[in-house]
């Protein structure tokens, strides 16, 4: 009968193959926690840099921007709006934003430039003519789609907190995992050691046999 003995250079092989799914598992769920949490600092530090953040909820812009789009938008003068650009604003008397495309301007009595706006997919323009108070306006960048769900959810002061804690707890845990991983893994054992030990056996109890045979002879 033969006896079948495990190497040492597979016993690491098979513990890297127990662990390999795992350690892909912890990766991929660190990935998308890092993901959210560069999510969450940004909407805190675009708006320093002149940079500002909005979400596409509706579909009058349909084709251009889809609903769950994340528009990336540029403060720029008022002076250098022109015929053709997309805008967020807030239309007046009401209180929600706007992202739709400038069809006109005109000087109005008081010399202010007076603007008209349209969505892409709607039929007719914006029923309101308007001027814009402040000297800078958010003009379209370029924007990514279906982000803005997440950073929907990030305009939540609660869950920008959890995210960031979550961060936190995070990079412990990525600690605790490395001490733990390479604590698991084997030292290895080097090829012919468990012979080298057995001959070594071997030989002491032919010693010891030798030593048994003297003693009776005298």
Known sequence: ?????????????RSRSRTGPRLRSFWLVVAIAGLVTVCA????????????VYVVTGDSMKGTLDRGALVIAKSVPVSSLKVGDVITFVPPNQTAPVTHRIISITVGSDGRPVFRTKGD???YPDPWPFTLDQPTQAR?????PHLGYIFALLAIRAVRAVVIAGAGLLLVLVVFWEIWRKAE??????DGSFSSVQH?????KQLRSLNVRDDTSS
């Open 1 to 13: 009968m033969h006896d079948i003995r495990e190497t040492s250079s597979e016993r690491p092989r």
């Open 121 to 123: 997919h709607n039929e």
């Open 41 to 52: 600092i940004a909407v805190l530090l675009m708006p320093v840099f002149g940079y500002r």
């Open 185 to 190: 893994k084997e030292v290895p054992v080097p």
């Open 140 to 144: 379209y960048l370029t924007h990514v």
């Open 200 to 204: 070594a056996t071997n030989s002491e």
